[in-house]
Structures are given as structure tokens and as C-alpha cells.
């Protein structure tokens, strides 16, 4: 039977729904039990990595090691499981890496603590968490490339976009279960057994991504492409040259997003001495402000192109980070304009996610998308995401300057901009085929101009 074209147009779309429902919940999870461990990092100082005596602080800054420890095997995982993108295809790389964040979230869950085991717990962790990262560095490359491949033409930054909010829908998922437990429980019953709830809900969550990408199809640029175009060979420094100008266009929206949405609550708490509940508070309205403006920034950048909405969210955290900290520190403020203040600041970084992920996918031709954009995003994310706790935490501790989160990601948007200024064409060695970096164009067809 002939569909009519209302009927094949409905067909079109049923594929690019179901890829970015099977992308979206992987990283939902996955930003879901990043932030839950990042709400309940004093907690969790206190149950592994604080023994009798031992300071709050200086656990604290232990846990973020484990955080940051877990960031740092990101690119490997990035470039092991894209490699496997790039060569078997997305889908089967993408059930494999939730499979292995769904049971290691909920191990976490599980564990026991110091008083226990003693100097065990924390080494049980820190390798769960390396387990994590290794997930966690194969599920951004895989799940962008399936979410832009499948995307229909002028698109892409919305397809893109999606990456990013649902990194948002995480955050604040693990936010609500956080303040949920954090009103219903004590804080006996929060430091004693509550704090693992969060972790074991990962295993329905992680059961139903698994069923939704085993029904997946394969993406079309692999299928016409991939196989054929994985013979070809370029050029190695170009590709190297490649991932480094993306680390560095994404790098202040890795910094500026874990400094105001994850690092936040442990922050406000130490360092200003807000209550667990008013830290929790700033985070959720933070990244309410982060999701409102992803969507809208993925589908600007497919009107007038990545670059210029990236380079405006960057430039505002350059001028706002420091004022809007402030306004946080002043105990003159009004609670009215402290909402504001972190809602704002969620909604700048928003600015730079929304057409951050195309922006990746539209640098890396088929062969290599995979795993050139999955170290790109991995990188910067293991120096200026994984590590935002640790320096932050203890350059506060060493200066008594409670501005240093605000410097950080000021500092790091700043070089972000100059990265994104920077436009480049690999044009290929000894006849070998080079290809245009697209990133700063608006969605014009294909992903990558080959030459």
C-alpha cells in the first residue's frame, strides 16, 4: 500500500523521535547520578572519606578527588568506546555504555562505608567512579552522533540541543530526589542509609534506556557512509588539531556549568554557610534558568549558527560571574534577587549548551565523529568540569577568597571565546582527504563539507 505524504512524513519522523528519546535518557542518567553525588558531597565526604577526627574539609576535598578522578577517565572511555562507534556502529556502543553506567550507579548504592570497612569504602568508590567515567566518555560521542545523524536537515542544533537539556532534566532530577529525601528524612537517617536511594533508583531508570536503544536503528551516516569512509585514513595531526580547538570552544561551558550547577550546594554551604535545603534551593532554580534556555539557544544556532549564540553566552559570564556572585555573598541581598541571581546564571550557561553538541558534531567527518567529538567533550570536561570541586574547594580553603568560583569560569569562558573565533580548514597530507570545520555556520546540509 502507497502512504501519502502526511503518512511517509509521520514515517520520516519515527526514527529521529525514537534516537532522540534513546540519546536524551542516557544522558539523563548519567547527569542524573553526576549531580546526586555532587548534592550529596558532604554526605558522602563524611560516610568514605572522613575518618574519626578527620575535617570537613579536607574530606570534602577527597570526594571531589574521587569526582574529579572519575572526569579524568572520561577520554579514555571516549576514545575506546567511539573508536567502536566509529567502526561497528553507534548503536551497540551506546547499549553497551548504559548497561555499564546502570550497574555501576547502583553499586554505588550498595557500598559499604568507613566505619565498616575502613580504608577500603573509599577505594570501592573511587573505582566504581572510575567505571563511571569510562561510561560516561563513550556516551556523549555515541548519543550526539546518533542525535545529529538522525536529525532532519536544519535541524541539527535542535536535535543537538537536546544532548544539553536533558544534562539539565538530570541535574534537576537529582536535585528534586535530593530535596525530596532532604524534607522527608532527618539528617540522621540522610547520612546513615538515605543517601543511597538516589543511587539505587539508577537501576529502573538505567533498565528502561536499555530497552529503548535495544529498538533503535542504526544511523543513516553510518549506514551510507561509515563503512566505506572507515578505510579512509586522515590525517592525524589534523584530527588532534581538531579535538583540541573543540575542547577549547567547550571548555566555559564545562567550567561555568559544574561552577553554578553542581559544585553550587557544597559551596554555598562551606564556603557561605547556607543550609543543605537553601543550597539545594539555589541548584534547582540555577538549573530551571539552564534548562529554559537550551532549546531555544539549539534552535537560534540553526538560524544565525553555533558560534555567535556560544560566544554570547560566554562573553556574559566574562562580564556577570563576579557581580552575580556577589549579589549571592551580600547579606543585604533580598532572597528575591538571590533567585534571580542563580536563575540567570544557569540561564547563560544554557546559552552555550544548546549549540554546543552540534557544534562538536559538525567538526568531525562520519569516520572519526564518534570519537574526534567524545574526546573533545571529554577533555574539557575531565580538566574544567571534573576538576571545578577540587580547585574551587581547595583554592577557597588555601585564599579565604570566596570569589574564586566566579574567576574560574570567567576565566575559562574568556579563552572559550577566543576558541571560538578561531575557524580552520584541514585540507589533508600526501592526498589524503581533509575536511572544513562547519561550527561556525548555520545548519546548511552536510554535517562536514569533504574536499
Not at 2 to 20: C, I, K, Q, W, Y
Not at 131 to 148: I, K, N, Y
Not at 204 to 230: I, K, Y
Not at 243 to 248: I, Q, R, S, T
Request: glycine content about 12%; aromatic content about 10%.
Amino acid at each position: 500500500m502507497e502512504l501519502n505524504h502526511e503518512d511517509r512524513a509521520t514515517a520520516g519522523r519515527r526514527p529521529s523521535v525514537r534516537a532522540l528519546a534513546a540519546g536524551s535518557v542516557g544522558n539523563f542518567i548519567e547527569w542524573y547520578e553526576f549531580g546526586v553525588y555532587g548534592y550529596f558531597a558532604t554526605v558522602i565526604a563524611e560516610r568514605f572519606f572522613t575518618p574519626a577526627g578527620g575535617g570537613t574539609v579536607e574530606g570534602l576535598v577527597k570526594t571531589y578527588a574521587a569526582f574529579a578522578l572519575a572526569f579524568f577517565f572520561r577520554p579514555v572511555g571516549a576514545a575506546l568506546f567511539g573508536r567502536l562507534g566509529d567502526r561497528i556502529g553507534r548503536r551497540p556502543v551506546l547499549i553497551l555504555v548504559i548497561s555499564l553506567m546502570t550497574v555501576t550507579t547502583a553499586l554505588i548504592g550498595t557500598l559499604p562505608t568507613y566505619a565498616t570497612v575502613g580504608v577500603l569504602a573509599p577505594w570501592l568508590l573511587t573505582l566504581l567512579r572510575v567505571l563511571q567515567g569510562l561510561s560516561a566518555g563513550g556516551e556523549f560521542g555515541g548519543a550526539v552522533a546518533m542525535m545529529t545523524e538522525f536529525a532532519p536537515p536544519g535541524r541539527r542544533g535542535l536535535y543537538g540541543a537536546w544532548q544539553s537539556f536533558t544534562v539539565a532534566l538530570g541535574l534537576l532530577g537529582g536535585a528534586g530526589v535530593a530535596a525530596g529525601l532532604a524534607s522527608a528524612l532527618n539528617e540522621a537517617q540522610l547520612s546513615q542509609w538515605g543517601w543511597r536511594l538516589p543511587f539505587l533508583l539508577a537501576l529502573p531508570m538505567g533498565l528502561g534506556a536499555l530497552w529503548l536503544r535495544l529498538r533503535l536503528d542504526e544511523t543513516p551516516s553510518f549506514r551510507e557512509q561509515g563503512r566505506q569512509d572507515a578505510a579512509e585514513s586522515l590525517p592525524a595531526r589534523d584530527v588532534v588539531w581538531a579535538v583540541a580547538l573543540g575542547a577549547g570552544r567547550v571548555m566555559g561551558w564545562a567550567a561555568a556549568g559544574y561552577a553554578f550547577l553542581v559544585v553550587l550546594p557544597s559551596y554555598l554551604q562551606t564556603a557561605l554557610h547556607a543550609t543543605f535545603r537553601e543550597a539545594l534551593t539555589a541548584t534547582v532554580l540555577a538549573n530551571l534558568g539552564f534548562a529554559a534556555t537550551i532549546i531555544p539557544a539549539g534552535l537560534l544556532s540553526d538560524r544565525i549558527g553555533r558560534r555567535p549564540v556560544m560566544l554570547t553566552g560566554a562573553g556574559l559570564v566574562v562580564v556577570l560571574a563576579v557581580p552575580l556572585l556577589n549579589l549571592l555573598q551580600s547579606q543585604s541581598t533580598s532572597t528575591l534577587l538571590k533567585g534571580l541571581a542563580v536563575l540567570l546564571a544557569g540561564a547563560i550557561v544554557g546559552l552555550m549548551a544548546g549549540p554546543g553538541p552540534a557544534l562538536l558534531a559538525e567538526m568531525f567527518p562520519t569516520q572519526v565523529r564518534c570519537t574526534g567529538l567524545g574526546l573533545a567533550y571529554a577533555l574539557s570536561n575531565a580538566v574544567f568540569s571534573g576538576c571545578a570541586g577540587l580547585i574551587i574547594t581547595e583554592a577557597v580553603k588555601r585564599t579565604g577568597n570566596v570569589d574564586v568560583p566566579a574567576y574560574y569560569a570567567a576565566v575559562a569562558c574568556a579563552v572559550s571565546m577566543l576558541a571560538l573565533f578561531k575557524s580552520t580548514t584541514f585540507n589533508g597530507t600526501a592526498g589524503k582527504a581533509g575536511w572544513t570545520d562547519a561550527g561556525d555556520r548555520p545548519d546548511v546540509g552536510n554535517v562536514v563539507r569533504r574536499h
